[in-house]
Nanobody
Framework: QVQLVESGGGSVQPGGSLRLSCAAS????????MRWYRQAPGKERELVAT???????TYADSVKGRFTVSRENAKNTMFLQMSSLKPEDTAVYYC???????????????WGQGTQVTVSS
């Protein structure tokens, strides 16, 4: 079994910063692409940022220049540094990863439980 656990969410004023973490644990032999998604109330889940095992990153247009995704492969952990936060960034943030299971040696997608980010004055 594999678990993804997000942390670092909270409440912040507009213009503030937060750093989210996503830690993968369990029977893992490798992790390929990792992703951050978010879902605001009444809206569909949207892709925010991706990072490959080699460190290549992509971002949604709405967060380019404000968010930075990174990872520590040795610790199976991904981060999302969020700066210049806006009220429209308010959402539950989820991590997603393509994880290779030690037992089956196949890759499957796993999700974390989500962490709430609220940007409000």
């Amino acid at each position: 079994q594999v678990q993804l656990v997000e942390s670092g969410g909270g409440s912040v004023q507009p213009g503030g910063s937060l750093r989210l973490s996503c830690a993968a644990s369990g029977s893992i032999f490798s992790i390929n692409t990792m992703r951050w998604y978010r879902q605001a109330p009444g809206k569909e889940r949207e892709l925010v940022a991706t990072i490959t095992s080699g460190g290549k990153t992509t971002y949604a247009d709405s967060v380019k220049g404000r968010f930075t995704v990174s990872r520590e492969n040795a610790k199976n952990t991904m981060f999302l540094q969020m700066s210049s936060l806006k009220p429209e960034d308010t959402a539950v943030y989820y991590c997603n990863a393509d994880v290779g299971d030690n037992m089956s040696r196949t890759f499957n997608g796993w999700w974390g439980q989500g962490t709430q980010v609220t940007v409000s004055s």
